[in-house]
């Protein structure tokens, strides 16, 4: 293989696979595997489909060290069936997060690459959901840092946007997505003049890394390699918020202050220039550097709720 | 006493009957429907100019909206057969007679009306078919035309995408006809004259800027590493064996591709200034890092490329610009360009069979023809040597004295042997023989002839039909690269391993590729973004190919 597809300072994040980003994130040679492929622990509903099953069901989990300290690590694959989760899936990461409870590593990172739950398997999708918030949820007031990792393909949609809300801590980069409904749902919802899912360019505005780093969904930007994202890793473990009530109740104020300063807006460009920034039209093309002093200059995208 | 002058009194008459719905040359929007119903006469020949991207959209909607009453049986002459109201003409009776080249996103309802009866056809063409015969047999007697802006005189700035308008001014000013130009705006002066203001009568301004699609446009980061290795093996197998200089691309991720791995793959083989010098092409965006990248001498183009006009202005070294600076286009020149002064074409199609025909067609669409029959057929008019073309007609013809041999051009089909959705590309029957029975076509609409095939590559392989000496060797070869599909599985094995021995059929190992190093990574640039790094900025992509 071209040294192109190793080198984490040149690899692309966007266009790594899980097991890529894993083995180049982590210390390196420091990842083990937990029911990797060789254990072949797939989709029993898939089959029922007559769809084709991946052995690994879509996710790479393992621990691994970063910067010497060790870490729990969960990888979705978007280039199977868009990251998408089922069962198995589910079942890997939330025994992931639970055994986290028991071995307490330094952080728990999880690197989000998905458009939610698996139509096949909706239901057990849907509960791996729940219940993987809830362990997050019960991982924070432990202590453990959640960091979720977003930059991939398929971005983090549907339970994977709900899910990412939930961590202490986000990094994503440009091409990253972060939200719930995907563009190509709401447009079939409420039409092409609310929201043209063909029209990229407001998508990512929309929902893309840049917009979600300036109005404080995602605590930092990372360039698309996978230095960058470990370097962002790094900096987030070493500042994840407490989980406690003042936190939950700056988050709630927070948000409520972001619906009523921002509820009427119609297009990105217009909440970013209430947030500050000088020349709104230019955010999109900005190169890495110059969006960081832009968003330093941008309070809502240092508020510490969480 | 013979009357030589009828035409010439007749355009008089119809430019004093539109003259009266305008000032001096230009009329209103408003009043379009007026002048064409002033200037049109039962059974005329018209061209509405209908090109692979500008297209004359308000003329158009105002010819559909003529009383067929007054305006009726036209002959329409187009290449372009690309908005609705293209054919909306022939359903309420405007217009009866169609020649045209190309129909893409009307190809389904353009069927359907043939077989309605609703059209009646005379030909579909190639670009370069119907242009000559616009001074043949088929002269407009009216030409609606496109341009981005004019003077009060009728010069006219047609903009980067020039494409048909000079052969279909041409043909029709100096043959009696009229012309009609809409643009997006009326100016004092015009950036430069594409066509000189007394080839044009009517001015009509647009009531909005013509549309143009970007149809050049591939997006790297929806390749394939199966399009990667095959790009490999077109670069390594054909453009490095034969020495290709001159050169087409049709469309495609697989031809994108290729301009991709110009600078990563294609230099470590030490090709650069070797290969892929002298292009007549569209502007692809994909082209841009081999451009900056010093592999790229010259390109002429058919038509621009949404987003690209920046960065052509910025290197008038590479392309045809005009004393103002933007990018002069003309699909005629450039057909005869690819026809006569490239060594090779290549590109993708739907369906190949077991001659090695290959058609765009399928059962319900008549998609018609473009410029792939032109740029992928071997000229017989062609007189001057290249060492590509003449290795290439060694290769086809081993007898005879050499200073009576014809080189070949090299016409190369790059496809997987699945197309979309599983689809397999090699057939024992091409559906556009099924379609032509269907519509009562005289022939089925074959977009590049098997005898004009040199090469076919798929991630199989590359079959080099020059050295097959008889048609079994032929059909063994294209079996030899057709995979799993059932062509494929019905190859003689012996036979292909005995094509294989002679070189007829390779496969990646046999060409030294790993097909294990067909990595995205080998890939110029990965995404839009990275197309516009590598233009310094100056390439601006539409909002549907950004993510950002």
């Given amino acids: 293989m071209s040294p192109a597809s190793t080198d984490p300072q040149a690899l692309s994040w966007y266009e790594a696979s899980a097991r890529q980003r894993v083995a180049a994130l982590a210390d390196p040679g420091s990842f083990r595997e937990f029911l990797g492929p060789t254990e072949r622990v797939t989709s029993p509903h898939l089959p029922l489909f007559d769809l084709p099953r991946a052995f690994d069901d879509g996710i790479v989990v393992g621990r691994a060290t970063l910067d010497g300290k060790p870490v729990l690590v969960a990888a979705q694959e978007g280039r199977f069936m868009g990251g998408a989760f089922g069962e198995v899936h589910g079942a890997k990461l939330i025994g992931l997060l639970r055994a986290a409870l028991d071995v307490r590593p330094a952080a728990v990172l999880i690197l989000f690459d998905t458009g939610g739950v698996r139509l096949q398997e909706a239901n057990a999708g849907e509960t791996a959901i729940a219940e993987a918030m809830r362990a997050i949820a019960d991982l924070r007031a432990a202590g453990v840092p959640v960091i979720g990792l977003i930059g991939g393909r398929a971005g983090a949609y549907g339970g994977g946007g709900l899910i990412a809300g939930t961590c202490s801590r986000l990094a994503v980069s440009e091409g990253g997505r972060i939200s719930v409904s995907g563009p190509e749902v709401i447009e079939t919802n409420k039409g092409a003049e609310e929201f043209d899912s063909r029209d990229r360019a407001l998508v990512w505005r929309t929902m893309g890394g840049k917009h979600r780093r300036l109005i404080g969904g995602a605590d930092a930007f990372a360039d698309d390699t996978v230095a960058a994202f470990r370097a962002a890793a790094l900096d987030l473990i070493a500042r994840a918020p407490a989980f406690d009530l003042a936190t939950l109740e700056a988050e709630q104020a927070r948000l409520e202050a972001r619906i009523a300063r921002f509820g009427d807006c119609r297009d990105a460009t217009e909440i970013w220039a209430r947030l500050g920034v000088n020349d709104p039209e230019a955010v999109p093309a900005m190169t890495t550097a110059a969006f960081d002093e832009t968003a330093a200059r941008v309070e809502e995208a240092h508020h510490d709720a969480r | ?548």
């Fill in chain 2, 1 to 548: 006493m013979t009357d030589w002058r009828s035409e010439a009194r007749l355009r008089d008459e119809r430019l004093a009957a539109g003259r009266a719905h305008a000032a001096g040359k230009v009329v209103p929007a408003g009043a379009a429907i007026d002048l064409l119903e002033a200037i049109l006469r039962p059974g005329d020949r018209v061209c509405l100019e209908g090109d692979n991207q500008k297209q004359a959209d308000c003329l158009a909607r105002a010819l559909a909206a003529c009383d067929p009453a007054r305006v009726h049986d036209l002959h329409m002459v187009q290449s372009g057969i690309v908005l609705p109201e293209h054919l909306d003409v022939f359903e309420t009776g405007v217009a009866r007679r169609l020649d045209y080249s190309y129909s893409g996103p009307q190809g389904g309802r353009i069927a359907k009306m043939l077989y309605g009866g609703q059209i009646q056809l005379g030909a579909v063409h190639t670009y370069l078919e119907l242009f000559a015969r616009y001074f043949v047999d088929l002269t407009p007697n009216v030409a609606l035309i496109a341009g981005v802006s004019a003077d009060r005189d009728g010069n006219l700035y047609t903009g980067p995408n020039t494409e048909d308008t000079p052969t279909v001014v041409e043909a029709t000013a100096f043959k009696n006809g009229v012309v009609v130009a809409q643009v997006n705006q009326i100016v004092d002066t015009v950036p430069r004259v594409d066509i000189p203001g007394d080839r044009v009568d009517f001015v009509v301004e647009a009531d909005r800027p013509f549309y143009v699609e970007p149809l050049f446009t591939r997006d790297p980061a929806a390749m394939t590493e199966t399009q990667v290795l095959m790009a490999m093996m077109a670069i390594k197998g054909i453009y490095a064996e034969y020495g290709i200089a001159r050169l087409n691309h049709g469309i495609g991720f697989g031809t994108a591709a290729i301009e991709l791995l110009l600078p990563t793959y294609g230099e470590r083989l030490g090709l650069k200034g070797k290969i892929a010098t002298h292009w007549a092409l569209n502007p692809h965006p994909t082209l841009i890092p081999a451009i900056e990248s010093g592999w790229v001498k010259q390109v002429h183009c058919f038509g621009s490329e949404v987003g690209m006009d920046r960065y052509i202005r910025a290197r008038p070294d590479v392309f045809f610009t005009g004393a103002d600076g933007s990018l002069r286009s003309n699909r005629a020149f450039c057909q005869t360009a690819g026809l006569y002064a490239c060594d090779l074409f290549i590109g993708s199609t739907l369906q190949i069979d077991l001659m090695g025909h290959s058609s765009t067609v399928t059962r319900d669409r008549v998609a018609g023809f473009g410029g792939a029959p032109n740029m992928g057929s071997d000229p017989h008019g062609r007189r001057h040597p290249s060492d590509t073309w003449m290795k290439a007609g060694r290769e086809a013809q081993t007898v005879g004295d050499p200073l009576l041999m014809r080189g070949r051009k090299l016409v190369v089909q790059l496809v997987e042997t699945f197309g979309d959705k599983l689809v397999p590309t090699f057939v024992e029957r091409l559906d556009a023989m099924e379609l032509a029975k269907k519509t009562g076509l005289e022939l089925a609409p074959v977009m590049v002839y098997g005898d004009d095939v040199t090469h076919i590559v798929t991630e199989e392989g590359i079959a080099n039909l020059l050295l097959c000496r008889d048609a079994d060797e032929r059909e063994q070869a294209i079996r030899g690269v057709a995979g799993y599909t059932e062509i494929g599985r019905g190859r003689d094995r012996a036979k292909v391993e005995e094509l294989r021995s002679r070189g007829i059929v390779r496969r990646p190992e046999d060409l030294g590729i790993e097909p294990l190093d067909a990595d995205r990574a080998l890939l110029a640039a990965k995404s839009i973004k990275d197309l516009v790094h590598w233009s310094g900025g100056l390439y601006d992509p539409p909002a549907k190919f950004r993510n950002w």
